[in-house]
């Protein structure tokens, strides 16, 4: 047993102020029992429904509500509900494994328990309780600053080892009796027990150290800072309701710090007095160099939770955090923030690949864990599915659930071909997701997501790439999340699931800007909003094929690029009608190239073939052309499905070849059109 600090004795003082916030009169144990609890439900979205009649009102709406309008609260599960997963066939599933490992941590699953404040409020064990079902599944729990337990409390209820008494003279463990390392829960699971903590930090920073030291002293494995809270989101429910903690409840871990800022302990929650509380107490005025104090006195990994901007993920990876957390506090603080599962691509892209990413918001099913893996996220963090199995079932619910969704998660697995997880996302998104539905109009100028890397940039086949590549220093690219990219050694991916294709492109380079207008012109013109006069005009270019995709070096003059034209061609032609890949590249340069009169010379280098794992046919060329103008080289690769010809080129100046050379073949080498590839709706019935 560890020594305690600051806290009270744990004993069963909830169990006699269960009235205070649940409307059961059974006692706790029939409540722990959650007999059938499996049988009973079939997914862990049912929860929430048999949970509401047995909380207050004020818990209830506490727990459940959003903040304003609850649009953001919404669109958590409506966004993961528009992605696809793409399953393959003829994959040996016979043997499924959900473990991860995170953070050196094995897992059972890439799932957390999300922080949540005051989980007695359901449940006389509250924190407790939910801490050993997380260790009982093998999985992390991240106690919240605002829990109704405190640190010490959740360390005895898992039996961490105290790393301070380990070290004493007089630990048990020093005389040979140490206390086990595993409770038998985790035991049984085959992981430690995993207890993260979440911090808020305070304007007394002696108290944020203070709970920082605390959690590792008691061997806590992690900490998350949330940074999306610097004042209470407005939850109107909350308000309505007159929201306060039940009197025999407090918000242990805040006791210290009332204690040590002068106060009386006895934090209350009750409507505004809760926000000006959070107000007087945290520290509004947290910024980077917040994060980089807190990184300095960390001795643990630090997460960030709560950032949703690229810029924001990348300004923290800088500054050396372990891990981000996407995530809009569920719903709960800026209303009209997007769900963090749209931002995962722009900031996996933004990340590269240098710490992990996780995500939270609306995950309730195994295939919303599989899509946020694909999307980019090594793990997912899940919150209320949580609370209302605590509600209906204590600790064994919270199992039971947890169970239910590591099953649909398995289950998910195997129909999708994939037999396990490995510790980074899923490689290639381009072959397991793909973007559903129609953008909803607000997020048209957003365009996050994969759709995003469908956006088209500069430059176009002969090499007349639009000079406008750089003009904004690609501002807005970035600031629309167009550059939504996957992160793969250096390179950044251009998936474009609408045309079907996909290439790694260089990281710096950036996304053309006229190509990007055009397909938010086309969004608009699609959703039928322009006046007819508009829409004749817009129509008018339909005709033209132009780059679907095109990248280029910032401040350059688009000379230097990778773009991609997707072109109708007529049915039945494949490459293999061409000839072999020399006579094909002979003939292409000869007309379309450097036709008899276009004042260009073109002269072949190479040419070759291959053959994808899905067995489609590639023809790459090697050219030079040259005119009084310009004397360039370009690398092309080809591939013909579907009525269209694709046909990606990787262009520079004859003097810049050797800079772009490895980028270039790096580009052609991963070029892939894939199954999720459009039909011909933009282009002309044929040439
Ligand atoms: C009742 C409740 C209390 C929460 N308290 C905290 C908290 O103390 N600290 C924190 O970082 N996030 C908190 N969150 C946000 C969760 O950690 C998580 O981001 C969110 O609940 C995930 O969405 P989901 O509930 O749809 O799964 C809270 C969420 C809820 C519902």
Redesign the pocket.
Known sequence: MVPRQHCPPLNDTGLSILHFHTLDARPPETMDAADGFQKRYSNIDELAADAKPLLTAQAHG???SGSDNEWT?RE?SEALSRYRLLPRMCIDVSVVDTSTVLLGQKLSAPILF?????QRLCHPLGELAMARAAAAAGLPY?L???ATSSIQEVAEAVQLPDHSSSSSSTSSSSQGAAPSRLSPASAAAGTDPCLWF?V?VMKRRDVTEWMVREVHRLGFKAL?V?VD?PRLGHREVDDRNKFSLPPHLSLKNLEALTKAAGGTGDVQSSGSKFGKHFSDLFDQAVCWDTIAWLKSIAPLPLLI??VLAPDDARRAVELGVDGIIL??????QLNYAPAAVDMLPACAAAVQGRVPLLV?????RGTDVLKCLALGASAV?????L?WALTLGGQKGVEEAIGMLKSELELSMALLGTCRLPPNPISNPAGVVAYGGRLPPARRLIVSGLTATAVALGGNFLGVTSTLLALDGGKLAASTNLDVLVPVNGSRRCLDTGNGFTFLYPAKWLADQTLYRRYAERIEREAALDPPSLRRERARRQGVPEPAAAFGPAGSTGEENISVVVAPIRPGFSLQKMGAPEEAAARFLRETVAPEGSGRTAQLLGAGSRRDASGELYYQQEFTVQSKRFSRRNLSVLAARNGLLYTLNCQSSTERWASNEAAFRKAAASFAILNSGAATADFPDAL
């Open positions: 506490y727990y459940s609260l958590n999300a922080p949540m404040a005051q991240v919240s600053t605002m979440q808020y998350v949330t809270a939770k709560g995530s809009n506090h569920g719903g709960r939270d918001g609306g995950i309730s963090l899940v919150g209320r599915p609370l």
